[in-house]
């Protein structure tokens, strides 16, 4: 009698729903990711890309999600040569077959911002909404529980115990090795000035963004996770903020946007 974990026709075995994607182990010993429609809220109940739970669903999200990843990982890999854990992208059913990686730790989120924005505001009173940051990298450990913590290289690096907004964060001896930080952080910055020049060809600004990377089995540094509308903010020219199917549109379908007023209020 088949298991309830055996979803897919293929074979594929479920071992992990999350927020936005299941996680279903291949036979062929890679992953598949199903996107799926689920939008994530804050402890306030209101839609927060970093919230810690689902709230709610919105159509066609999981796949303009999946359009979204598998466009930029394809001009990422055309034009930089820089490689991610995508192996296919199946868009009539939502999934992605990405090779098995192992996460730095629980996972790092690399941030990267080219204007002050979101959260980088509240932690930072002095400085005004909008101003430029030159694409300053930051980077976070992935802790739903501690606020997701960020810190300096030394403390991913060489590990210890850390004081985030009262709470102590312990690293232990460290969760990335200092070349694999520093190829992280170069990455960043090529990725990011790579996707600006996308948006402003399109009559966008971009303001800032969030990836994810991880090491493959022979411990090659990779993209991984996904680069959607959820993982960035972009404004137009009157800097107005573009919601999900806006940024969808604009990519995918380059149809123009940027008349309308949008909330500006989300934090990265």
């Given amino acids: 009698m088949p298991t309830q974990e ?104 690399w941030i990267c911002r080219a204007k002050a924005e979101g959260s980088f505001l509240k932690r930072n009173k002095n400085i005004m909404r909008g101003m430029p940051l030159n694409n300053l990298v930051e980077v976070s450990l992935k802790d739903d529980e501690n606020g997701d913590p960020i810190l300096n290289k030394n403390a991913f690096v060489c590990g210890g115990k850390y004081n985030w907004n009262g709470k102590e964060i312990d690293l232990g001896n460290g969760v990335i090795s200092s070349p694999n930080f520093d190829l992280c952080y170069i990455y960043t910055k090529q990725i990011t000035d790579l996707i600006i020049k996308d948006f402003k060809k399109r009559g966008l600004e971009f303001i800032d963004i969030k990836y994810e990377f991880g090491l493959t089995r022979t411990n090659k540094v990779v993209l991984i996770d996904e680069i959607s509308a959820g993982s960035m903010r972009v404004f137009d020219k009157k800097g107005n903020k573009l919601e999900k199917d806006d940024i969808y549109e604009a990519v995918i379908n380059d149809k123009n946007f940027g008349m309308s007023k949008r909330d500006m209020g989300r934090d990265l």
């Avoid at 999350?18 to 689920?38: E, M, Q, R, S």
């Avoid at 939502?94 to 730095?104: A, D, G």
């Fill in 6 to 109: 055996k979803q897919q026709n293929n074979g594929a075995r479920l071992i992990k729903k999350g927020k936005t994607k299941d996680v279903y182990a291949l036979p062929n010993g890679n992953v598949l990711l199903k996107f799926k429609d689920n939008i994530t809220v804050g402890d306030d109940g209101k839609e927060d890309p970093g919230g810690n739970k689902a709230g709610g669903t919105r159509q066609n999200l999981g796949k303009q999600s999946l359009a979204l990843t598998k466009y930029y990982f394809h001009l990422i890999d055309k034009n930089l040569n820089i490689p991610t854990h995508m192996v296919d992208a199946n868009l009539a059913e939502n999934t992605m077959e990405v090779l098995p990686i192992k996460t730095f730790g629980n996972g790092l989120e």
